[in-house]
Protein backbone atom coordinates (compact mmCIF):
# COMPACT_ATOMS: atom_id res chain seq x y z
CA UNK A 1 0.00 0.00 0.00
CA UNK A 2 1.26 3.50 -0.57
CA UNK A 3 1.99 6.12 1.61
CA UNK A 4 -0.74 8.82 1.02
CA UNK A 5 2.18 11.42 1.27
CA UNK A 6 4.40 10.01 -1.36
CA UNK A 7 4.34 11.47 -5.07
CA UNK A 8 3.63 9.31 -8.05
CA UNK A 9 6.26 10.71 -11.17
CA UNK A 10 3.82 12.65 -13.16
CA UNK A 11 3.16 14.76 -9.63
CA UNK A 12 6.90 15.17 -9.21
CA UNK A 13 7.55 15.91 -12.86
CA UNK A 14 4.66 18.51 -12.89
CA UNK A 15 6.13 20.27 -9.51
CA UNK A 16 9.81 20.21 -10.17
CA UNK A 17 9.55 20.93 -13.98
CA UNK A 18 11.20 18.37 -15.25
CA UNK A 19 10.31 15.34 -17.69
CA UNK A 20 8.97 12.32 -16.47
CA UNK A 21 12.50 10.89 -18.74
CA UNK A 22 14.63 13.25 -16.30
CA UNK A 23 13.71 11.90 -13.18
CA UNK A 24 14.07 8.17 -14.50
CA UNK A 25 17.60 9.36 -16.22
CA UNK A 26 18.49 10.66 -12.23
CA UNK A 27 17.55 7.48 -10.89
CA UNK A 28 19.59 5.76 -12.97
CA UNK A 29 22.47 7.93 -12.13
CA UNK A 30 21.26 7.39 -8.27
CA UNK A 31 20.98 11.14 -7.98
CA UNK A 32 17.48 10.66 -6.26
CA UNK A 33 15.49 7.28 -4.80
CA UNK A 34 11.82 5.95 -5.69
CA UNK A 35 10.31 5.64 -3.16
CA UNK A 36 8.77 2.20 -4.69
CA UNK A 37 5.36 1.84 -7.29
CA UNK A 38 1.51 2.31 -7.30
CA UNK A 39 1.22 -0.23 -10.14
CA UNK A 40 3.24 0.75 -12.76
CA UNK A 41 3.81 4.38 -11.50
CA UNK A 42 7.24 4.93 -10.29
CA UNK A 43 6.33 6.97 -6.14
CA UNK A 44 8.67 9.38 -4.61
CA UNK A 45 9.00 10.83 -0.78
CA UNK A 46 7.99 14.10 -1.62
CA UNK A 47 11.79 15.11 -0.11
CA UNK A 48 12.85 14.24 -3.62
CA UNK A 49 11.88 18.01 -4.48
CA UNK A 50 14.01 19.65 -2.78
CA UNK A 51 16.99 17.46 -4.31
CA UNK A 52 15.81 17.87 -7.49
CA UNK A 53 15.85 21.92 -7.06
CA UNK A 54 19.65 21.34 -5.93
CA UNK A 55 20.15 19.27 -8.34
CA UNK A 56 18.36 21.37 -11.45
CA UNK A 57 20.54 24.54 -9.90
CA UNK A 58 23.83 22.73 -10.14
CA UNK A 59 22.75 21.51 -13.72
CA UNK A 60 22.16 25.39 -14.53
CA UNK A 61 25.57 26.35 -12.89
CA UNK A 62 27.24 24.18 -15.56
CA UNK A 63 27.64 21.13 -13.08
CA UNK A 64 28.08 17.41 -15.04
CA UNK A 65 25.42 14.41 -13.80
CA UNK A 66 28.96 13.31 -12.32
CA UNK A 67 29.72 15.80 -10.81
CA UNK A 68 26.62 16.46 -9.38
CA UNK A 69 26.70 13.07 -7.93
CA UNK A 70 30.36 13.22 -6.13
CA UNK A 71 29.14 16.41 -4.62
CA UNK A 72 25.97 14.34 -3.33
CA UNK A 73 27.53 11.49 -2.09
CA UNK A 74 30.35 13.83 -0.41
CA UNK A 75 31.62 13.18 3.40
CA UNK A 76 33.55 15.66 5.12
CA UNK A 77 36.66 13.29 5.26
CA UNK A 78 36.93 13.72 1.48
CA UNK A 79 39.93 16.36 1.27
CA UNK A 80 39.83 16.34 -2.85
CA UNK A 81 36.52 16.42 -3.74
CA UNK A 82 36.42 19.55 -0.90
CA UNK A 83 38.91 21.06 -3.10
CA UNK A 84 37.45 20.61 -6.22
CA UNK A 85 34.17 22.22 -4.48
CA UNK A 86 35.99 25.04 -3.64
CA UNK A 87 37.54 25.42 -6.92
CA UNK A 88 33.94 25.29 -8.43
CA UNK A 89 33.03 27.97 -5.88
CA UNK A 90 35.81 30.24 -7.13
CA UNK A 91 34.52 29.69 -10.57
CA UNK A 92 31.01 30.49 -9.85
CA UNK A 93 32.50 34.03 -8.47
CA UNK A 94 33.75 35.03 -11.54
CA UNK A 95 30.82 33.69 -13.83
CA UNK A 96 28.25 35.83 -11.33
CA UNK A 97 30.60 38.86 -11.81
CA UNK A 98 30.47 38.34 -15.32
CA UNK A 99 26.56 38.09 -16.00
CA UNK A 100 26.05 40.73 -12.71
CA UNK A 101 28.08 42.99 -15.42
CA UNK A 102 25.90 41.80 -17.95
CA UNK A 103 22.93 42.37 -16.28
CA UNK A 104 23.82 45.93 -15.17
CA UNK A 105 24.36 47.28 -19.05
CA UNK A 106 21.23 45.43 -20.17
CA UNK A 107 19.54 47.47 -17.70
CA UNK A 108 21.09 50.44 -18.55
CA UNK A 109 20.90 50.31 -22.35
CA UNK A 110 17.44 49.60 -21.71
CA UNK A 111 17.14 53.58 -20.88
CA UNK A 112 20.25 54.66 -22.79
CA UNK A 113 19.55 56.97 -25.70
CA UNK A 114 23.17 57.23 -26.70
CA UNK A 115 24.01 56.38 -30.17
CA UNK A 116 24.64 53.22 -30.85
CA UNK A 117 24.07 51.90 -27.27
CA UNK A 118 26.93 49.61 -27.58
CA UNK A 119 29.32 52.75 -27.66
CA UNK A 120 27.79 54.85 -24.86
CA UNK A 121 30.69 55.28 -21.92
CA UNK A 122 28.30 54.02 -18.96
CA UNK A 123 27.41 51.25 -21.08
CA UNK A 124 30.65 50.16 -21.73
CA UNK A 125 31.45 50.74 -18.19
CA UNK A 126 28.55 48.54 -16.59
CA UNK A 127 29.67 45.66 -18.93
CA UNK A 128 33.19 46.46 -17.39
CA UNK A 129 34.85 46.99 -20.74
CA UNK A 130 35.00 50.69 -20.00
CA UNK A 131 36.75 53.00 -18.12
CA UNK A 132 35.39 54.00 -14.43
CA UNK A 133 32.88 56.82 -14.16
CA UNK A 134 34.56 59.84 -11.95
Not at 33 to 39: D, E, I, M, T
Not at 75 to 94: I, K, Q, T
Amino acid sequence: MMDEDWLDIAEVAQRSGLAPSALRFYEKKELIASAGRNGLRRTYHPDVLDRLELITCARHAGFSVAEISRFLAARPGDPDLRVRMAARAGSLDEQIGRLTRLRDSLRHAAVCDHEPIIKCPDFKQALGTGPARP
